[in-house]
């Protein structure tokens, strides 16, 4: 896979993704990732990459021109499937990573400021945010959609039983995990996984799941309770 990434921060972006799993995945060749700093495709001499809203109102407005240059230098960018990390945009998922990493080339551009030229959408493909809340710009927003997605390519997690058992492929929270000691500071490990009893443990375990997910993601829960229905 190959990703591109328009951005006003580099150094925002690049760190990051030498580390960990995403960076051994870069080691690897597993992924390609660049980062492109679009200021420097600004076609005036200050190199100027936002204005004032046309309308009024506050902050500024990132302009077409640098973004649509910079798009077009990427070779390849045809082809590639092109997002916009944006407040505005729809829900980003687990489902979506899982679409994503069966893709060859991304182009993510970071938005920043109050907004971006409207314009630019015609060059993109989709719009994505990763949550409701708002950040100051969509580098870490970049950051998460690559980690979530390199980490699904095949060969990247070496134990391949573990991406299966994530938490929202199942549409479950995960049950809780322990390691030693057996005792710390007067809390044990629940018994059940000291049994060696696999199916006592495998069922600890998925109730442990029902109940977590029930107490903190109501909407996950109904959803599975929903699904488990309708299989009979
Ligand atoms: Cl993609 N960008 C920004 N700036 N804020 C966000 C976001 C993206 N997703 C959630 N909040």
């Known amino acids: 896979m ?3 990434v328009l951005t006003l921060f580099p150094e925002m972006v690049e760190p990051v993704l030498g580390q960990s799993i995403v960076g051994r995945a870069i080691e690897e060749g597993q992924v390609e990732v660049r980062v ?3 200021r420097e495709y600004s076609p005036d001499k200050h190199k100027k990459v936002d204005d004032m809203p046309f309308g009024g109102g506050p902050g500024m407005v990132l302009r077409v021109e640098p973004i649509v240059r910079a798009l077009r230098a990427i070779e390849g960018y045809e082809t590639a499937r092109k997002i916009i990390l944006t407040p505005q945009g729809s829900p980003y998922t687990q489902s979506t990573a899982r679409t994503l990493s069966g893709e060859k080339h991304l182009v993510l551009l970071c ?3 109050e907004g971006i030229d409207e314009r630019v959408s015609d060059y993109f493909d989709e719009e994505v945010s990763i949550g409701d809340y708002v950040l100051t710009g969509g ?3 970049a950051l998460a959609l690559i980690d979530s997605t390199v980490r699904l390519l095949p060969g990247v997690l070496h134990n391949a ?3 299966d058992e994530d938490t929202f ?5 995960e049950y809780p995990q322990y390691t030693r000691p057996r005792v710390f500071e007067g809390k044990s490990v629940p018994e059940v996984l000291l049994s ?3 199916e006592a443990i495998r069922a600890w375990r998925e109730l442990e799941m029902l109940k977590r997910t029930k107490a903190r993601r109501k ?5 599975h309770v929903e699904k488990r229905k309708k299989k009979g």
């Open 169 to 173: 492929s199942a549409g479950l929270l």
């Open 2 to 4: 190959r990703i591109d």
């Open 219 to 223: 909407d996950l829960f109904d959803r």
């Open 161 to 163: 039983a573990s991406s």
């Open 139 to 141: 580098e870490i927003a």
């Open 36 to 38: 492109v700093d679009f």
């Open 111 to 113: 938005g920043h400021y």
């Open 196 to 198: 060696g009893h696999h």
